[in-house]
Each structure stands twice: as C-alpha cells, then as structure tokens.
C-alpha cells in the first residue's frame, strides 16, 4: 500500500521554529509537496521538492531526502496566523498526488 | 475565474438520493482534481482530469461515484444512491498543464455534503 505519516499535532510558542515531519512510503514518487489549511478553509499551496535539499521561501522552508522517503516542513518566526493543519503530499506518477492526514500545528502566545 | 469555484457549498440530502457537485476551474488550468475530506482527516484522491480525459479513476470509491468535464472546463462529480458515509467536503482544485504534479494546486472552498 502507499502510505505518508505526519505527526497528529504540534504545539510551539509564538516566536519559535517549528518542524514538521513527513515520511513516505509510495510506489512511485515524482514530488513532495506541503499545503496549508484553516479551520473551515481550502488546502493552500506552501512548496514543493522534486530534488533532494532545502527550498526556501520567505519564512517557510521545506526540505526533501528521497533517499531516506522523508521531508520536512520548517516554519520560523512562527504567528499566531500560522496555526492550521499542515498536509505533505506525494505525487506517485502521472498526476495521481495522495495527501497526509494532516498535522495540526497549535501557535500559543 | 479568479479562484476554482464550487457549488453549492453546502449540501444535505436523504440517503438513497442522487447528488451532483460542481466545479468550475481556474480559466486555462488544463488539469482538475476531485479530492474528499472527512472531518478531521486528510484528502483522499478520487479522480483527475487532463482536459477532458480522466486517465486515472482508480480512487472513486465504488461504481456510485463517477465524473465527467465538458469543454475542458467545468466538472461535475456525481454521486448515486447515496450513503451516510458519503458524508464529506469534497474539494476540487486545478492547476496548469505545464506544472508538476502536485505543485500549485489552486483549492475550492469544497462542497459540504451530508448525507442524512
């Protein structure tokens, strides 16, 4: 079967980095990919990784081993604003992506 | 449009009753994917199109779901005889055909179903 695990939750103050961890196991892989989501809202585009390494993009980075079958996500100068759940996805072939269950990220003050 | 567009956004029915969930992608976004949330949980694929096409339909859950996209635009996602695990948010996103799979995607807002 084709499975990717995230942590459920994660909590972190106001300030502080956050990682959130994505590891996979799929029978093909094309990209990793991470989506943000608001209570009540749309999934939110953040980054993608087709090659090993780190991708930056302002105060979110997101890094990719396919080596390893694992990525994460890096959250700095976390908000309050950046509360929400945090989905890695795969992309497996053709334009099939399959989703995480999701990581809910908790910012407390 | 300016954003993927759903309708309608929220949706009860009685079991056993047939619905139909539409989406209108981004203008020129060749591909379109139907996703379906359960509460709490992540996005389990169900179909995507390139153009027209649906060359994968291997995540519809049963034969009662199926799909189709007229004029390389809007879609519709229906479901028969419906059940009360159907209950979802069904998404649909797009993005372009040049784009990797998976990077961009451009979400609705969802259809709510219930299903009572």
């Known amino acids: 079967g084709q499975s990717l695990e995230q942590p459920s939750e994660v909590t972190a103050v106001e300030g502080a980095i956050v990682q959130i961890n994505c590891t996979y196991q799929t029978s093909g892989f094309y990209g990793l990919s991470w989506y943000q989501q608001h209570d009540g809202g749309a999934p939110t585009f953040l980054s993608y990784?087709?090659?090993?390494g780190l991708e930056e993009t302002g105060r979110f980075s997101s890094f990719l081993s396919r080596s390893d079958s694992y990525g994460y996500l890096l959250l700095q100068e976390l908000q309050m604003k950046d509360s929400a759940s945090y989905f890695c996805?795969?992309?497996?072939?053709?334009?099939?992506?399959?989703f995480g269950a999701g990581t809910r990220l908790f910012v407390k003050a | 449009g300016a954003g993927v567009s759903q309708s309608p956004s929220n949706k009860v029915t009685e079991k056993g009753k047939d619905v139909e969930l539409r989406c209108d992608p981004i203008s020129g976004h060749t591909a379109l994917y139907w996703y379906r949330q359960s509460l709490g949980q992540g996005l389990e694929f169900l179909i995507y199109f390139q153009g027209n096409s649906a060359p994968d339909k291997s995540g519809l859950p049963s034969d009662r779901f199926s799909a189709e996209r007229t004029g390389g635009s809007v879609s519709t996602l229906t479901i028969q005889r419906t059940q009360q695990e159907d209950s979802a948010v069904y998404l649909c996103a797009s993005s372009f055909k040049g784009q990797p799979a998976g990077y961009g995607y451009t979400f609705g807002s969802g259809t709510r179903l219930t299903v009572v």
């Open positions: 996805a795969v992309t497996t072939g053709g334009f099939k992506t399959i």
């Open positions: 990784n087709a090659l090993d």
